[in-house]
């Protein structure tokens, strides 16, 4: 495995991080007694792997395996799960570990910063996004009738364990939604990540382990940098958000129903990239290179049937917005982006017409 430090983290890719079960290398230190092991039904065998570790290290383990999904995301869940760890006996050296895709990171994050004002988190993801996305960076997220992530801490987590050979049981839509944030960072950063993902499309399609393996490395390294130089996203950790305004709004306005995450950051991408090029700020080869790479990916550029002003009033709606002002991120080249970027709403609706027709 190869390892990437954040902050107070450790991150660690390769096949067998799933076993890295902390106790084995010092992470976590000897005296951990009890640890609570959170997973959805989809990931239990994975979480049983990381139990398993716990348990030959004579650590007292109790797992719960929640129905998948983003309904999880609720305060009433974080809630039961709070009383389920004190009726466990965790205690404030005790461990929480949280095995699955997004939703699981963000609800096991979110529960162990917040009980008894922060016990220790491991983190295995279980998805592309969360490889390469959501278990990085130490954000926490629960959802609100109000909208989505409004409540959430800053925490992060003791441990981040990525194994790439468990991608191979993800559904195909869920995998390639995950390309569409990989594609973002060899946009926004790393043009040798571009031209690797160009290169390797057919074993990417694929899910070749070893090919996985270098793109996640690849990826939580950039995001983890981006991160340490910006933890509670006052400036450079926008460009993280790059094809995320407009992918957003599109997401919204098919009320998170239509396009799966991923999906719209692709399309998003792609109305931001024609935004950058009728600014001049891009030229249209780089465009065309990203519009590419991304069909080849199996991602979409276009929606259909997407109502442009639905579309405007989510893009209006979007909390990232600074007094009232849609700022973009926008490609300069490919693997350079600039940020906080004010755009005409003509251009905006324009490029929108482009992406939805
Ligand atoms: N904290 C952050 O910085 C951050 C960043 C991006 C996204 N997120 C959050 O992440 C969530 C989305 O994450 P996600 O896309 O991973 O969704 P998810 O957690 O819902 O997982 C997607 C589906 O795949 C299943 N699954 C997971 N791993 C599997 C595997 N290896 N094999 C088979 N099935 C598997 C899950 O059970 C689920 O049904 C959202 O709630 C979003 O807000 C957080
Ligand atoms: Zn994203």
Not at 171 to 199: C, N
Not at 230 to 239: F, H, L, N, P, T
């Amino acid at each position: 495995v190869r390892e990437i430090s954040l902050l107070s983290s450790r991150i660690v890719v390769g096949p067998g991080a799933l076993g890295w079960s902390t106790s084995a290398d010092g992470v976590l230190g000897s005296e951990l007694r009890r640890a609570f092991v959170l997973t959805d039904r989809n990931c239990l065998k994975y979480a049983r792997r990381v139990e398993q570790g716990l348990k030959s290290a004579g650590v007292e383990t109790q797992i719960s395996a929640l129905p998948a999904g983003e309904l999880q995301k609720s305060l009433s869940t974080a809630s039961k799960l709070h009383q389920q760890l004190a009726r466990f006996g965790m205690d404030r050296k005790s461990v929480l570990f949280a095995v699955g895709g997004g939703v699981i990171t963000d609800l096991g994050g979110f529960v162990a910063s917040t009980y008894m004002r922060g016990i220790r988190v491991c983190l295995y993801p279980t998805t592309l996004l969360g490889q390469v996305d959501a278990a990085i960076g130490g954000k926490t997220g629960i959802n609100l009738p109000q909208g989505k992530n409004l409540v959430g801490t800053f925490y992060q987590p003791a441990l981040v364990g990525c194994d790439a050979t468990v991608l191979k049981t993800l559904p195909d839509r869920e995998y390639v939604s995950g390309l569409g944030e990989v594609v973002k960072y060899g946009m926004i950063r790393d043009a040798t990540l571009f031209e690797f993902i160009d290169r390797n499309l057919a074993a990417i399609r694929g899910r070749e382990p070893e090919v996985l393996d270098e793109i996640v490395h690849r990826c939580a390294a950039i995001k983890a940098d981006v991160v340490a130089k910006d933890e509670k996203e006052s400036g450079e950790r926008a460009i993280l958000n790059y094809g995320h305004t407009i992918g957003h709004a599109l997401e919204a306005a098919g009320n998170f129903k239509t396009l799966h995450h991923g999906e719209a950051v692709a399309i998003g991408m792609e109305a931001e990239a024609i935004l950058a090029m009728e600014l001049g700020i891009a030229p249209l080869e780089v465009l065309a290179a990203q519009n590419r790479v991304l069909k080849l990916c199996g991602l979409p550029t276009r929606v259909k049937k997407m109502p442009e002003k639905k579309v405007l009033a989510a893009l209006r709606l979007d909390k990232k917005n600074v007094s009232g002002r849609t700022r973009f991120v926008l490609p300069e080249a490919v693997g350079k982006v600039r940020w906080g970027v004010e755009v005409p709403s003509d251009l905006i609706a324009a490029a929108l017409r482009t992406v939805t027709s």
